[in-house]
Protein backbone atom coordinates (compact mmCIF):
# COMPACT_ATOMS: atom_id res chain seq x y z
CA UNK A 1 0.00 0.00 0.00
CA UNK A 2 1.23 3.59 -1.35
CA UNK A 3 2.44 6.20 1.96
CA UNK A 4 -0.25 8.32 0.25
CA UNK A 5 -3.95 5.89 -0.14
CA UNK A 6 -6.69 7.83 -0.06
CA UNK A 7 -5.29 11.48 -0.02
CA UNK A 8 -6.42 13.86 -2.61
CA UNK A 9 -4.00 16.40 -4.67
CA UNK A 10 -4.54 19.53 -6.18
CA UNK A 11 -1.37 20.34 -8.69
CA UNK A 12 -1.67 23.56 -10.53
CA UNK A 13 0.70 23.85 -13.55
CA UNK A 14 0.08 19.87 -13.96
CA UNK A 15 0.22 18.77 -17.89
CA UNK A 16 3.71 18.96 -18.19
CA UNK A 17 7.40 19.06 -16.88
CA UNK A 18 7.57 19.08 -12.97
CA UNK A 19 3.80 19.23 -12.58
CA UNK A 20 3.22 15.83 -14.31
CA UNK A 21 6.59 14.34 -12.79
CA UNK A 22 4.75 15.38 -9.40
CA UNK A 23 1.22 13.79 -10.27
CA UNK A 24 2.98 10.62 -11.44
CA UNK A 25 4.87 10.38 -8.26
CA UNK A 26 1.99 11.28 -6.38
CA UNK A 27 -0.49 8.68 -8.04
CA UNK A 28 2.57 6.08 -7.40
CA UNK A 29 1.97 6.15 -3.93
CA UNK A 30 -1.89 5.98 -4.34
CA UNK A 31 -3.00 9.21 -4.22
CA UNK A 32 -6.09 10.86 -6.62
CA UNK A 33 -4.51 13.51 -8.78
CA UNK A 34 -6.54 16.71 -10.17
CA UNK A 35 -4.60 18.40 -12.52
CA UNK A 36 -5.00 22.21 -13.57
CA UNK A 37 -3.10 23.64 -16.39
CA UNK A 38 -3.83 24.87 -19.72
CA UNK A 39 -3.61 29.17 -18.98
CA UNK A 40 -5.11 31.56 -21.11
CA UNK A 41 -2.41 32.64 -23.74
CA UNK A 42 0.75 34.60 -22.86
CA UNK A 43 3.03 36.94 -24.77
CA UNK A 44 6.16 34.49 -24.10
CA UNK A 45 9.32 32.90 -25.82
CA UNK A 46 8.11 29.55 -25.24
CA UNK A 47 4.31 28.12 -25.52
CA UNK A 48 2.43 26.71 -22.06
CA UNK A 49 0.78 23.98 -21.27
CA UNK A 50 -2.18 22.50 -23.63
CA UNK A 51 -5.44 20.76 -23.04
CA UNK A 52 -3.64 18.21 -25.12
CA UNK A 53 -0.53 17.96 -22.46
CA UNK A 54 -3.55 17.57 -19.49
CA UNK A 55 -5.30 14.52 -21.28
CA UNK A 56 -2.43 13.16 -22.12
CA UNK A 57 -0.78 13.29 -18.40
CA UNK A 58 -3.93 12.35 -17.17
CA UNK A 59 -4.05 9.08 -18.98
CA UNK A 60 -0.59 8.54 -17.55
CA UNK A 61 -1.73 9.09 -14.00
CA UNK A 62 -4.79 6.79 -14.88
CA UNK A 63 -2.66 3.84 -15.97
CA UNK A 64 -1.04 3.75 -12.16
CA UNK A 65 -4.62 3.19 -11.21
CA UNK A 66 -5.37 6.58 -9.76
CA UNK A 67 -8.11 8.73 -10.29
CA UNK A 68 -7.03 11.60 -12.20
CA UNK A 69 -9.10 14.65 -12.90
CA UNK A 70 -7.81 17.26 -15.80
CA UNK A 71 -8.91 20.57 -15.09
CA UNK A 72 -8.53 23.28 -17.57
CA UNK A 73 -7.64 26.33 -15.32
CA UNK A 74 -5.41 30.15 -15.26
CA UNK A 75 -4.37 30.67 -11.61
CA UNK A 76 -4.39 34.61 -12.35
CA UNK A 77 -8.30 34.34 -12.41
CA UNK A 78 -9.03 33.84 -8.94
CA UNK A 79 -12.96 32.80 -9.17
CA UNK A 80 -11.94 30.09 -11.47
CA UNK A 81 -9.50 28.45 -8.76
CA UNK A 82 -12.25 28.44 -6.12
CA UNK A 83 -14.28 26.91 -8.39
CA UNK A 84 -11.53 24.56 -9.37
CA UNK A 85 -11.24 23.75 -5.59
CA UNK A 86 -14.93 23.54 -4.94
CA UNK A 87 -14.85 20.67 -7.95
CA UNK A 88 -12.09 18.69 -6.65
CA UNK A 89 -13.86 17.88 -3.19
CA UNK A 90 -17.49 17.46 -4.90
CA UNK A 91 -15.97 15.28 -7.11
CA UNK A 92 -12.86 13.30 -5.04
CA UNK A 93 -14.37 14.29 -1.44
CA UNK A 94 -11.06 15.95 -0.05
CA UNK A 95 -8.51 18.27 -0.59
CA UNK A 96 -5.36 16.45 1.21
CA UNK A 97 -2.42 17.77 -0.86
CA UNK A 98 -1.99 20.82 -2.79
CA UNK A 99 1.14 21.91 -5.20
CA UNK A 100 1.23 25.45 -6.42
CA UNK A 101 3.34 24.64 -8.99
CA UNK A 102 2.10 26.57 -12.03
CA UNK A 103 4.50 29.55 -13.49
CA UNK A 104 6.40 31.37 -16.06
CA UNK A 105 9.52 32.86 -16.75
CA UNK A 106 11.14 35.35 -18.91
CA UNK A 107 14.30 36.65 -19.15
CA UNK A 108 16.12 39.90 -20.03
CA UNK A 109 17.76 43.06 -18.51
CA UNK A 110 15.37 45.21 -15.82
CA UNK A 111 15.33 47.89 -18.21
CA UNK A 112 13.74 46.09 -20.99
CA UNK A 113 11.32 44.32 -19.26
CA UNK A 114 7.36 45.62 -20.32
CA UNK A 115 4.57 46.12 -18.10
CA UNK A 116 3.14 42.95 -20.14
CA UNK A 117 5.99 40.96 -19.09
CA UNK A 118 5.96 41.99 -15.47
CA UNK A 119 1.98 41.19 -15.19
CA UNK A 120 2.14 37.68 -16.10
CA UNK A 121 5.04 36.94 -14.06
CA UNK A 122 3.75 38.72 -10.64
CA UNK A 123 0.15 37.39 -11.75
CA UNK A 124 1.08 33.83 -12.37
CA UNK A 125 4.16 33.33 -10.06
CA UNK A 126 2.77 35.56 -7.09
CA UNK A 127 -0.95 35.84 -7.47
CA UNK A 128 -1.40 33.17 -8.72
CA UNK A 129 0.13 31.09 -5.83
CA UNK A 130 -2.05 33.40 -2.96
CA UNK A 131 -5.41 32.52 -5.31
CA UNK A 132 -4.67 28.63 -5.11
CA UNK A 133 -3.76 29.03 -0.95
CA UNK A 134 -6.67 31.02 -0.43
CA UNK A 135 -9.15 28.80 -1.84
CA UNK A 136 -7.16 25.48 -0.72
CA UNK A 137 -6.61 26.13 3.21
CA UNK A 138 -10.70 26.52 4.75
CA UNK A 139 -11.17 23.24 3.45
CA UNK A 140 -7.93 21.90 4.61
CA UNK A 141 -8.67 23.74 7.87
CA UNK A 142 -12.53 22.44 8.32
CA UNK A 143 -10.12 18.76 7.41
CA UNK A 144 -7.84 19.94 10.39
CA UNK A 145 -5.53 18.15 7.66
CA UNK A 146 -3.30 19.96 4.56
CA UNK A 147 0.12 19.22 3.35
CA UNK A 148 1.14 22.33 0.76
CA UNK A 149 4.29 23.04 -1.08
CA UNK A 150 4.69 26.17 -3.26
CA UNK A 151 7.51 26.10 -6.25
CA UNK A 152 9.93 28.80 -5.80
CA UNK A 153 13.06 28.16 -7.68
CA UNK A 154 16.65 29.50 -6.75
CA UNK A 155 15.90 32.11 -8.44
CA UNK A 156 14.61 32.79 -4.54
CA UNK A 157 17.44 32.68 -2.76
CA UNK A 158 19.35 35.09 -4.72
CA UNK A 159 19.70 37.85 -7.43
CA UNK A 160 20.08 36.55 -10.94
CA UNK A 161 21.06 38.88 -13.12
CA UNK A 162 18.12 38.93 -16.46
CA UNK A 163 15.50 37.30 -14.26
CA UNK A 164 14.38 40.07 -11.51
CA UNK A 165 10.91 39.89 -12.12
CA UNK A 166 10.97 36.30 -11.59
CA UNK A 167 13.10 36.15 -8.91
CA UNK A 168 10.80 38.57 -7.00
CA UNK A 169 7.88 36.31 -7.81
CA UNK A 170 10.04 33.37 -6.57
CA UNK A 171 11.27 35.62 -3.40
CA UNK A 172 7.56 36.61 -2.94
CA UNK A 173 5.95 32.85 -2.66
CA UNK A 174 8.63 32.02 -0.18
CA UNK A 175 7.43 35.15 2.31
CA UNK A 176 3.41 34.01 1.11
CA UNK A 177 4.27 30.38 2.30
CA UNK A 178 6.24 31.05 5.61
CA UNK A 179 3.86 33.81 6.90
CA UNK A 180 0.68 31.47 5.75
CA UNK A 181 2.87 28.10 7.51
CA UNK A 182 2.93 30.13 10.57
CA UNK A 183 -1.27 31.40 10.39
CA UNK A 184 -2.25 27.19 10.11
CA UNK A 185 0.61 25.60 12.23
CA UNK A 186 -1.93 24.36 14.78
CA UNK A 187 -4.70 23.19 12.41
CA UNK A 188 -2.79 20.06 11.14
CA UNK A 189 -1.68 21.92 7.74
CA UNK A 190 1.73 22.44 6.63
CA UNK A 191 3.47 24.82 4.21
CA UNK A 192 6.81 24.30 2.45
CA UNK A 193 8.87 25.87 -0.14
CA UNK A 194 10.88 23.52 -2.97
CA UNK A 195 13.40 25.74 -4.62
CA UNK A 196 14.61 23.62 -7.69
CA UNK A 197 17.90 24.97 -9.57
CA UNK A 198 17.55 24.20 -13.30
CA UNK A 199 15.11 21.58 -14.33
CA UNK A 200 15.33 19.87 -17.74
CA UNK A 201 11.69 20.70 -18.79
CA UNK A 202 9.77 22.27 -21.61
CA UNK A 203 10.35 25.72 -19.83
CA UNK A 204 14.15 25.15 -20.53
CA UNK A 205 13.85 23.06 -23.57
CA UNK A 206 10.21 23.86 -25.27
CA UNK A 207 9.16 20.60 -26.92
CA UNK A 208 10.12 20.49 -30.97
CA UNK A 209 13.62 22.48 -30.05
CA UNK A 210 16.23 20.14 -30.38
CA UNK A 211 18.94 20.66 -27.54
CA UNK A 212 19.96 23.18 -25.09
CA UNK A 213 22.67 26.04 -26.56
CA UNK A 214 25.95 24.52 -25.75
CA UNK A 215 26.69 28.04 -24.09
CA UNK A 216 23.92 27.97 -21.54
CA UNK A 217 25.13 24.01 -20.92
CA UNK A 218 28.34 25.30 -20.25
CA UNK A 219 27.50 28.31 -18.44
CA UNK A 220 25.03 25.77 -16.17
CA UNK A 221 27.89 22.91 -15.56
CA UNK A 222 29.96 25.75 -14.22
CA UNK A 223 27.67 27.19 -12.23
CA UNK A 224 26.84 24.04 -10.13
CA UNK A 225 28.98 22.49 -7.55
CA UNK A 226 27.74 18.84 -9.15
CA UNK A 227 28.79 19.32 -11.95
CA UNK A 228 25.59 18.89 -14.25
CA UNK A 229 23.63 21.33 -16.40
CA UNK A 230 20.25 20.88 -14.71
CA UNK A 231 18.48 18.10 -12.57
CA UNK A 232 15.46 15.97 -14.05
CA UNK A 233 11.66 16.85 -12.81
CA UNK A 234 11.70 13.53 -10.90
CA UNK A 235 14.76 14.57 -8.37
CA UNK A 236 11.70 17.28 -7.30
CA UNK A 237 9.25 14.86 -7.08
CA UNK A 238 11.56 13.13 -4.49
CA UNK A 239 11.69 16.19 -2.35
CA UNK A 240 7.94 16.96 -2.86
CA UNK A 241 7.08 13.23 -1.61
CA UNK A 242 9.09 13.91 1.38
CA UNK A 243 7.31 16.90 2.33
CA UNK A 244 3.80 15.81 1.71
CA UNK A 245 4.66 12.09 3.30
CA UNK A 246 5.64 14.03 6.53
CA UNK A 247 3.99 13.32 9.98
CA UNK A 248 3.08 17.02 10.42
CA UNK A 249 6.07 18.57 12.05
CA UNK A 250 8.17 20.14 9.01
CA UNK A 251 6.61 23.79 8.30
CA UNK A 252 7.81 26.91 7.07
CA UNK A 253 10.83 25.34 5.76
CA UNK A 254 12.39 25.51 2.09
CA UNK A 255 13.68 22.81 0.46
CA UNK A 256 16.86 23.76 -2.30
CA UNK A 257 16.99 21.07 -4.63
CA UNK A 258 20.17 21.97 -6.44
CA UNK A 259 23.12 20.69 -7.00
CA UNK A 260 25.42 21.88 -3.91
CA UNK A 261 23.77 25.42 -4.77
CA UNK A 262 22.57 25.44 -1.94
CA UNK A 263 26.11 25.57 -0.10
CA UNK A 264 26.82 28.66 -1.21
CA UNK A 265 23.68 30.53 0.27
CA UNK A 266 24.45 32.69 3.46
N1 LIG B 1 12.48 24.50 -15.22
C1 LIG B 1 13.27 25.13 -14.37
O1 LIG B 1 14.47 25.30 -14.61
C2 LIG B 1 12.74 25.62 -13.06
C3 LIG B 1 13.63 25.87 -12.01
C4 LIG B 1 13.16 26.30 -10.79
C5 LIG B 1 11.80 26.49 -10.61
N2 LIG B 1 10.94 26.26 -11.65
C6 LIG B 1 9.52 26.44 -11.40
O2 LIG B 1 8.92 25.17 -11.42
C7 LIG B 1 7.53 25.29 -11.77
C8 LIG B 1 7.19 24.29 -12.86
O3 LIG B 1 7.90 24.63 -14.04
P1 LIG B 1 8.41 23.57 -15.10
O4 LIG B 1 9.87 23.55 -15.02
O5 LIG B 1 7.67 22.30 -14.96
O6 LIG B 1 8.03 24.33 -16.46
P2 LIG B 1 6.89 24.05 -17.54
O7 LIG B 1 6.79 25.31 -18.33
O8 LIG B 1 7.15 22.79 -18.25
O9 LIG B 1 5.56 23.81 -16.68
C9 LIG B 1 4.84 24.86 -16.08
C10 LIG B 1 3.37 24.59 -16.27
O10 LIG B 1 2.65 25.65 -15.63
C11 LIG B 1 1.58 26.01 -16.47
N3 LIG B 1 1.18 27.39 -16.23
C12 LIG B 1 1.89 28.51 -16.48
N4 LIG B 1 1.15 29.59 -16.19
C13 LIG B 1 -0.05 29.14 -15.76
C14 LIG B 1 -1.24 29.79 -15.33
N5 LIG B 1 -1.35 31.12 -15.29
N6 LIG B 1 -2.27 29.01 -14.93
C15 LIG B 1 -2.18 27.66 -14.98
N7 LIG B 1 -1.09 26.99 -15.39
C16 LIG B 1 -0.04 27.74 -15.78
C17 LIG B 1 2.15 25.85 -17.88
O11 LIG B 1 1.11 25.76 -18.84
C18 LIG B 1 2.99 24.60 -17.76
O12 LIG B 1 2.29 23.45 -18.11
C19 LIG B 1 7.34 26.75 -12.16
O13 LIG B 1 6.80 27.45 -11.06
C20 LIG B 1 8.75 27.22 -12.43
O14 LIG B 1 8.88 28.61 -12.26
C21 LIG B 1 11.37 25.81 -12.86
Given amino acids: MG ?7 FITGGARGQGRAHALALAAEGANVVIADAPRPMNLTYPLGTEDDLLATAKEVEELGAVCLPITLDVRDGAAVSAAIDETVSSLGSLDILVA ?3 VVSTGRLDEVTDETWHQLVDTNLTGV ?3 LRA ?3 VMR ?11 SMGGRMGIPELAPYNATKWGVIGLAKSVALEVAKEGITVNVI ?17 VPDEFVRRMMKANPIPQPWIEAEDVSRGL ?11 GSVLEIALGGSARLH
Fill in 241 to 251: LYLVTDSGVIT
Fill in 142 to 152: RQRFGRIVVTS
Fill in 130 to 132: FHT
Fill in 195 to 211: CPTTVHTPMVQPVGVDG
Fill in 3 to 9: ALEGRVA
Fill in 101 to 103: NAG
Fill in 136 to 138: AIP
